[in-house]
T-cell receptor
Framework: DAGVIQSPRHEVTEMGQEVTLRCKPI?????LFWYRQTMMRGLELLIY????????DSGMPEDRFSAKMPNASFSTLKIQPSEPRDSAVYFC??????????????FGDGTRLSIL | DQQVKQNSPSLSVQEGRISILNCDYT??????FLWYKKYPAEGPTFLIS?????DKNEDGRFTVFLNKSAKHLSLHIVPSQPGDSAVYFC?????????????FGTGTKLQVIP
């Protein structure tokens, strides 16, 4: 049973470049989340989708960040232009429904992003 | 403003002893609490949860305690094993916008010494 799949696992690029992170959620899961992990702030929710529709993007730090979910099996998080302070680990997670004891979020292994 | 706080960034415990990981929260509207475990280079995985109407939930070696009046929860691992060495994230959720929105803490790195 495949879990949440993220690509790439590592990304190193120079500031100013466009960065695209990809996620394939678990089949049948209605919710998809994008998180950013930093030492200072832990896991921050950036945006989440329900049935491919963005529901809450209040965590997106600024207009340089955008996320799309064109279909139920694919989502992207884009940063344009990228800055060194965007360096972090970005996680994608999916869930079959409302979070409760039987339906936790399932996380991918993350993309470690380094902006030079 | 960090609504979920894990004030201990790291913890070392001897194998076989009890590990106690603590978490404080500020929003009294949180109605569900979760612990996730994360190994290096992997994503977090769900470990155990507790509803705000309970004060204790146990699953094998893992027990979560909730003290609503103090806005505090803790995760007890007994006995601790080297394989428990990982980062543990506390999370709290509340119903918002049609979904249980989850807020995570900054994590506590547990090292279990053989």
């Amino acid at each position: 049973d495949a879990g949440v799949i993220q690509s790439p696992r590592h990304e190193v690029t120079e500031m100013g470049q466009e960065v695209t992170l990809r996620c394939k959620p678990i089949s049948g899961h209605d919710y998809l989340f994008w998180y950013r992990q930093t030492m200072m702030r832990g896991l921050e929710l950036l945006i989440y989708f329900n049935n491919n529709v963005p529901i809450d993007d209040s965590g997106m730090p600024e207009d340089r960040f955008s996320a799309k979910m064109p279909n139920a099996s694919f989502s992207t998080l884009k940063i344009q232009p990228s800055e060194p302070r965007d360096s972090a680990v970005y996680f994608c997670a999916s869930s079959p429904g409302t979070t409760n004891s039987n339906q936790p979020q399932h996380f991918g292994d993350g993309t470690r992003l380094s902006i030079l | 403003d960090q609504q979920v706080k894990q004030n201990s960034p790291s913890l070392s415990v001897q194998e076989g002893r009890i590990s106690i990981l603590n978490c404080d929260y500020t929003n009294s509207m949180f109605d569900y609490f979760l612990w996730y475990k994360k190994y290096p280079a992997e994503g977090p995985t769900f470990l155990i949860s507790i509803s705000s109407i309970k004060d204790k939930n146990e699953d094998g070696r893992f027990t979560v305690f909730l003290n609503k009046s103090a806005k505090h929860l803790s995760l007890h691992i007994v006995p601790s094993q080297p394989g428990d060495s990982a980062v543990y994230f506390c999370a709290a959720s509340l119903y918002s916008g049609g979904y249980q929105k989850v807020t995570f803490g900054t994590g506590t790195k547990l090292q279990v010494i053989p």
